[in-house]
């Protein structure tokens, strides 16, 4: 049965159950923990060539595969996105904030990308274009897709070994005067982020608000979200971490996915990607010496 993704499991992860570890690393494929779970029933996940089971304990440099059978054959959606780079092996593209990346209805970035990639022709050529990392349905920006069986797995071995400079900028609530890391686990995963504040602007609700460089170096879902709210500084439109926080209409969630850089595992070359913050964010970077930011918040 053909295999869809593989990857070594990690010297610094923690031994954990199958389920755990599919639901966090696997999360492209299946983004809810009951279809983790019905995929490891059918088999379709194997721990060192063996039939995994939900309790299958998962060790440091164990292989852990995903078998084809689990990708589902999904309809095409009829939406442009803004494609960064493509070449044989893999695309990057820009993900709006509110699509998901992978869902079970029609709307979401991976039904949309036959209409915005072309197929590789090469030999190990996926028949289905795969995005290899996540990003949250409220989050915008860069996103990459793999187009080849060796550029999936190779980058999915970068992605869970550190070797993936990840950027991502953010509005925070408060005042952050420097570089702060948190060393916070996330969903009993070891997590690790820096953050490196920008610009601090006044505001009438909420005192100030930083623009912030985000650098993770793990990549746990939500990661980013849990350890802002945890300095005690949410992202501006944080409604999970931060419940006290008011609605900000219109407007989401105040973070993007800026930048990404790689050896490209295939060819070696060194890739640099970055782009622009949204315009929602980028409004605070051009925002003047202290002029009180006053675009409130509704409820």
Not at 123 to 131: F, I, M, T
Not at 278 to 287: G, S, T, V
Request: proline share 6%; aromatic share 6%.
């Amino acid at each position: 049965m053909e295999i869809v993704s593989e990857i070594i499991v990690p010297d610094d992860s923690p031994v954990i159950t199958l389920r755990v570890y599919a639901r966090v690393s696997f999360s492209m494929f299946y983004p809810s923990g009951k279809g983790i779970r019905k995929a490891i029933e059918k088999g379709l996940f194997q721990v060192n060539g063996k039939k995994g089971k939900t309790g299958t304990l998962v060790h440091p440099g164990d292989c852990v595969q995903l078998l084809a059978e689990g990708m589902l054959t999904a309809p095409e959606l009829d939406l442009k996105l803004e494609v960064i780079f493509e070449d044989a092996h893999f695309g990057v593209i820009v993900k709006p904030s509110g699509l998901s990346v992978h869902n079970h209805q029609l709307r979401n970035v991976i039904n949309a990308l036959p209409g915005n990639l072309q197929l590789s022709t090469e030999p190990d050529a996926l028949k289905r274009l795969v995005a290899v990392h996540r990003l949250d349905s409220l989050t915008s920006g860069l996103l990459l897709v793999a187009k080849t069986r060796r550029f999936q797995m190779e980058i999915g071995r970068m992605f869970e070994n550190s070797r993936i400079t990840k950027k991502y900028v953010a509005v925070v609530t408060g005042e952050i005067s420097g570089q702060q890391e948190v060393d916070l686990p996330v969903d009993g995963l070891p997590a690790l982020s820096l953050i490196q504040p920008e610009k601090c602007v006044p505001s009438s609700r909420f005192g100030h608000l930083t623009v912030v460089n985000l650098y993770p170096k793990t990549g746990r879902m939500h990661q980013l979200r849990i350890h802002c709210a945890h300095l005690g500084h949410p992202i501006l439109g944080e409604r999970l971490y931060a419940t006290e926080l008011p609605n900000i209409r219109g407007k989401g969630l105040f973070l993007a996915s800026v930048g990404l850089e790689f050896d490209h595992p295939v060819t070696g070359e060194k890739m640099r990607f970055e782009i622009e913050p949204p315009a929602k964010i980028r409004k605070f970077l051009e925002e003047k010496e202290g002029n009180p930011w006053h675009y409130e918040a509704t409820s």
